[in-house]
DNA sequence: AATACATATGAACATATATTCATATGTACA
DNA sequence: TGTACATATGAATATATGTTCATATGTATT
């Protein structure tokens, strides 16, 4: 009978009706790989420290780059991707830029991941 | 005066005050490398994949394959690193884990993910 | 128009990362 | 004790990623 087949893994066979109902939940939720791309973005310390120095102001370029202990060119490589992933926004001001935080879905992800952090 | 000093940059001088401000609000908040180091682990597709399924029922390694369709070996190595940022954990029973979510921190990042993705 | 400056962009390089394949571990069962 | 099986682990490899350096763009100022 089936009993075995649902309660064990016969030499790689699955519970398929675990599967198959986690196969069925997974669809409703939003494509892994953009989302994947999202967390990414935010996986780096670098970007994250651009984030952190954006949470209370807006800030140019040259002042992410003090801030953060990067280099102008490699805060400016990274903003383009935080402008990608449209976790960042900008004004133009004569020559410079500033940037600021898109919406507060940002803060709330950062937030949410500090506190499992500090469990 | 200063005041030029604050108001512009002066070849690649920052917005000191705003710096300063910026440094000290980021000392109160959490190491960014270890926090880069959570969202990384959130940002890859299997192990996005691994999470989804496991958001409604505990699952085995096979199952987890089936289900992502990445190779039981794949999988593995990806739980190994979910475990180390605790995000997911297991228990024996016979030759078996069955893997689970360990708290639900991941649930409310993901959700929130999911949100911005959707904005 | 020419120069200076803030920032963006592209190429190059060194490092990190995900998967695969081969092998090891630990448990059950004969 | 020996075999089978579920999973873990290590080494190897191909790909992705972050930074740097050089150069381009766009804006203001003279």
New binding site residues.
Partial sequence: MDHDFEE??????VHQDKVIAAKRQMCGLGDPVRLA?LF??M?????LRIIYALMNQEL????L?AVTG????????????L?QQQLVK?R????????SLQDNHVMVLMKQGLEHINE
């Fill in positions: 064990r893994c016969e030499t790689h066979c791309e990414k973005t996986g780096d310390p670098t970007r140019c370029v040259c002042d780059a990067a280099s102008e060119s490699a805060v400016s490589h990274q903003l383009r991707r402008r900008y133009r001001e004569g020559k410079m830029l500033y940037y």
